[in-house]
């Protein structure tokens, strides 16, 4: 059984003590494929270094809700060395995907710094239209505002709901839009108790699976750091809610996150 980790931290400081030789026990365990996550400019740097190492781990790049700078000028100028940075780099086929961005309106209560948020998720939006690539987006408390943005400005290649809140409502609008839905640990969580709802709204071929390590670590560990190898606790909720084996469920997920990223 293999299984696909679609969304991923090893750029964290967390992992700063023994990164490599988790990785190592990460794909002996079954895990064999895994996007490495940017979330700023520097962190998709790290992690596009981490995945060059590896023929089975890849990379998406981008600036997330909140790491986005503190003025618009700020913004277009990291967004224009965000794209070199990608330009440059393409040649080796490891970044697939613009992420994570989004919105995140639980940290920032600002109106002023929200609207910057949604300048750059449109600004995001677009340059993932240009390099012919999905997107990554995160949202948190921004439900509206982030379907909003996704029916103004059609993104062509679609892509993922990482870590995709619990909502009904966005779990309904973003499959009509054509996204994937990746659900993480929070799923196992017993006090999610619309968990199985939601997961059976989501068609089979529309299923991710993903850690988001180094947190959100799924039952049993949750508390503990998270690694990819507790992906398989996302896997089998979805196949016991879903009344499918384990194997099935990670032979789908991975089929999934190999298509929307073209691996």
């Given at each position: 059984m293999q299984l696909f980790d679609s969304h991923a931290h090893y750029n964290d400081e967390k992992f700063d003590n023994d990164r490599y030789e988790l990785i190592e026990k990460i794909y002996e365990s079954?895990?064999?494929r895994l996007i490495n996550a940017?979330?700023?400019?520097?962190?998709?740097?790290y992690a596009l270094e981490i995945a060059k190492k590896y023929d089975w781990i890849y990379t998406i790049s981008g600036i997330s809700p909140n790491d986005i700078p503190d003025t618009e000028d700020l913004l277009e100028k990291q967004l224009q060395e965000l794209t070199d940075f990608i330009n440059t780099e393409k040649q080796f086929n490891k970044i697939v995907a613009i992420g994570e961005i989004g919105l995140d309106y639980y940290w920032e209560k600002e109106e002023e710094k929200r609207l910057l948020q949604r300048k750059a998720f449109i600004k995001q939006i677009d340059l993932a239209n240009k390099l012919n690539l999905p997107i990554v987006i995160h949202t948190r408390e921004a439900v509206m505002d982030t379907l909003q943005i996704l029916k103004e400005h059609e993104v062509i290649?679609?892509?993922?709901?990482?870590?995709c809140p619990l909502n009904r409502e966005l779990v309904k609008e973003a499959l009509?839009?054509?996204f994937y839905i990746s659900f993480a640990g929070p799923i196992t969580f017993k006090n999610s108790k619309n968990a199985a709802e939601i997961i059976e709204m989501v068609p089979l071929d529309r299923i991710l699976i993903e850690t988001d390590s180094p947190y959100l670590s799924p039952e049993p560990n949750r508390?503990?750091?998270?690694?990819?190898?507790?992906?398989k606790y996302v896997a089998e909720k979805i196949a016991n809610v879903k009344q499918m084996s384990l194997e099935d469920i990670a032979k789908i997920t991975y089929e999934n996150a190999s298509k929307i990223f073209e691996i």
């Amino acid at each position: 059984m293999q299984l696909f980790d679609s969304h991923a931290h090893y750029n964290d400081e967390k992992f700063d003590n023994d990164r490599y030789e988790l990785i190592e026990k990460i794909y002996e365990s079954g895990v064999t494929r895994l996007i490495n996550a940017g979330y700023s400019l520097e962190s998709s740097k790290y992690a596009l270094e981490i995945a060059k190492k590896y023929d089975w781990i890849y990379t998406i790049s981008g600036i997330s809700p909140n790491d986005i700078p503190d003025t618009e000028d700020l913004l277009e100028k990291q967004l224009q060395e965000l794209t070199d940075f990608i330009n440059t780099e393409k040649q080796f086929n490891k970044i697939v995907a613009i992420g994570e961005i989004g919105l995140d309106y639980y940290w920032e209560k600002e109106e002023e710094k929200r609207l910057l948020q949604r300048k750059a998720f449109i600004k995001q939006i677009d340059l993932a239209n240009k390099l012919n690539l999905p997107i990554v987006i995160h949202t948190r408390e921004a439900v509206m505002d982030t379907l909003q943005i996704l029916k103004e400005h059609e993104v062509i290649k679609k892509g993922v709901f990482h870590c995709c809140p619990l909502n009904r409502e966005l779990v309904k609008e973003a499959l009509k839009l054509g996204f994937y839905i990746s659900f993480a640990g929070p799923i196992t969580f017993k006090n999610s108790k619309n968990a199985a709802e939601i997961i059976e709204m989501v068609p089979l071929d529309r299923i991710l699976i993903e850690t988001d390590s180094p947190y959100l670590s799924p039952e049993p560990n949750r508390g503990k750091r998270n690694d990819s190898r507790n992906v398989k606790y996302v896997a089998e909720k979805i196949a016991n809610v879903k009344q499918m084996s384990l194997e099935d469920i990670a032979k789908i997920t991975y089929e999934n996150a190999s298509k929307i990223f073209e691996i």
